[in-house]
């Protein structure tokens, strides 16, 4: 992921026009991400400064009110391996892809990378994979005909839409892309549209789902490590993790913090 801008924590955290010089950097002009490297591993300090910087950007959201502002991404041995704690590939999504306030930014701050060599952070450019479908399908895609499994015990993001429309009507970064590559077997089924055509809609998200993959890049991160992007434009993912997980303890696998960041006073950058 070599075009993520990289910004030293030290700078960033130091003299008064700090904050507005990192939200410069994820909503002015450019990817609309960055990595904040901060030096040592001081995690509760460096947590404590990366609220600070997401403030400029917008309201730090308890999306999950029981973890508080950051939650936990641990590895489970236990869980489905393509989900958020498993060992596998987390395929590329948006979260909470189905409420009608989806969190602006996400922050993932590594804590501990996988022993192993595994779990790169994956995104990828929803814009960019807009620009390569036809015209056709993009018609196809902005009907308000999709819907998806509500999450529960969420708080600060809406209510759960009842249908919505893959591509809002402008890609511009005023709305979000609905985007989550976790619908194409349910829709290969007929499930989730409501169309009279299904398998139509279907093809035509399969093919957008290639086009994300075609943009995708990644990234492992180090202790210490700051990703921060806008949701509004990018899927965000994993790679699977090292094999032999079983051979480490909970407390020695792969650990990020995440937290959200509602929609401030930015517009789109496109």
């Known amino acids: ?87 596998g590939e987390n395929r590329l999504h948006v979260d909470l892809v189905d409420r009608d306030r989806i969190p602006r930014y996400i922050a993932l701050y590594c804590v501990r990378a996988d022993p192993l060599g595994g779990g790169a952070s994956a995104l990828a450019d929803l814009w960019a994979a807009v620009d390569a479908l036809s015209d056709a399908d993009r018609m196809i895609l902005a009907q308000p005909v999709f819907c998806y499994f509500a999450d529960q015990d969420v708080h600060g993001v809406g209510d759960s839409l009842e249908r919505f429309p893959v591509l809002p009507e402008r890609i511009d970064g005023s709305a979000p892309i609905r985007f989550t590559a976790k619908m194409v077997p349910h829709l290969e089924r007929g499930e989730l549209v409501d169309a009279e055509e299904p398998q139509v809609m279907a093809a035509a998200f399969g093919r957008f789902v290639d086009a994300v993959l075609a943009c995708r890049s990644t990234i492992r991160l180090q202790p210490g490590d700051l990703l921060v992007f806008d949701q509004h434009r990018y899927a965000h993912g994993r790679m699977p993790l090292g094999d032999g997980q079983d051979r480490y303890g909970a407390d020695e696998r792969r650990l990020l913090r995440q937290t959200y960041v509602g929609a401030g006073a930015f517009g789109g950058t496109r």
């Open 1 to 87: 992921m070599s075009d993520v801008l990289t910004l030293n924590g030290r700078d960033l955290t130091s003299g008064p026009h700090a904050p507005g010089q990192f939200a410069d950097a994820i909503t002015g002009p450019g990817a609309g991400r960055a990595l904040v490297q901060f030096e040592g591993q001081d995690h509760p300090l460096n947590l404590e400064l990366s609220l600070s910087l997401l403030s400029s950007l917008g309201p730090v959201l308890s999306v999950y009110p029981g973890d508080g502002c950051w939650s936990d991404l641990t590895v489970s041995l236990a869980a489905d391996p393509g989900r958020t704690h498993g060992v």
